[in-house]
């Protein structure tokens, strides 16, 4: 069974800092690429990080370059996305997706093709 946890979430004031964290088990975790993903209330889900299954690439949305790194440990079945220099319209949940079946993948493959996590929220107030 697959299964994707994330975590570290919470309330941070601007111009703080957090690190997400997404264990992943039931699949083999270093032949995937990952992505997180965000969604803020009333909008639509949007992509903010990918990582290829090595981990040797990454590629960011526009609106996080230079504040947001994704990074992955395989020897854990983790993925990480540290988040500095936070602003209140980084709020959103937060989730993390696998696409077990390629080494790299575009958004649109993680959505359509994806394991999800429940997501974790983070909040930053100004």
């Known amino acids: 069974q697959v299964q994707l946890v994330e975590s570290g979430g919470g309330s941070v004031q601007a111009g703080g800092s957090l690190r997400l964290s997404c264990v992943a088990s039931?699949?083999?975790?270093?032949?995937?690429?990952m992505g997180w993903f965000r969604q803020a209330p009333g909008k639509e889900r949007e992509g903010v990080a990918r990582?290829?299954?090595?981990?040797?690439?990454?590629s960011y949305d526009d609106s996080v370059k230079g504040r947001f790194t994704i990074s992955r440990d395989n020897a854990k079945n983790s993925l990480y996305l540290q988040i500095n220099i936070l602003r209140p319209t980084d709020t959103a949940m937060y989730y993390c997706a696998a696409d077990p079946t390629a080494p790299w993948c575009s958004d649109e493959q993680l959505v359509s093709n994806g394991y999800w996590g429940q997501g974790t929220q983070v909040t930053v107030s100004s």
């Open positions: 039931g699949y083999t975790f270093s032949g995937s690429c």
């Open positions: 990582i290829s299954a090595s981990g040797g690439g990454t």
